[in-house]
């Protein structure tokens, strides 16, 4: 929430520094690091206060919660896990029987590549 002219003069002058923003649900003074949801109003001081609940930590699966010290930057330990969590929000067909690399390419024509014409 925003805060008032006088509301900011008080937090100068109770904390020594300048703000303009408040967290909606429990009132904590926001400086640069804040919270937000796009497309909605508000600024949070956390995820707990945002969400309800705390953000899952980082270097943990986001499925099952195994360590990935292993797996720098990756948010799964497999793709078990991976398709486990996103079955739901998936919107085509799950056709595990048939891998992408295996699928036939189709409408290709001739003359694909090089070809000497032979004129000089």
Same mark, same amino acid.
């Given at each position: ?25 429990? &009132?904590?003074?926001? =400086? $640069? ?10 600024? %949070? !001081? /956390?995820?707990? *206060? #945002? ?7 980082? &270097?943990?699966?986001? =499925? $099952? ?10 948010? %799964? !330990? /497999?793709?078990? *896990? #991976? ?38």
């Amino acid at each position: 929430m925003r805060l008032t002219v006088e509301q900011s003069r008080k937090a100068f002058a109770d904390h020594g520094c300048y703000v303009t923003e408040a967290c909606d649900k429990c &009132g904590k003074l926001l =400086g $640069c690091i804040r919270y937000t949801i796009r497309g909605k109003r508000g600024v %949070w !001081c /956390s995820a707990l *206060c #945002r969400d309800g609940q705390a953000a899952k930590p980082i &270097g943990l699966c986001q =499925g $099952c919660g195994a360590p990935l010290k292993k797996r720098r930057g990756a948010k %799964w !330990c /497999s793709d078990t *896990c #991976r398709v486990r969590v996103n079955r739901d929000a998936l919107d085509v067909p799950n056709y595990p029987e048939r891998a992408a690399h295996s699928k036939q390419v189709t409408g290709v024509g001739e003359g694909l590549g090089y070809s000497a014409t032979g004129a000089a």
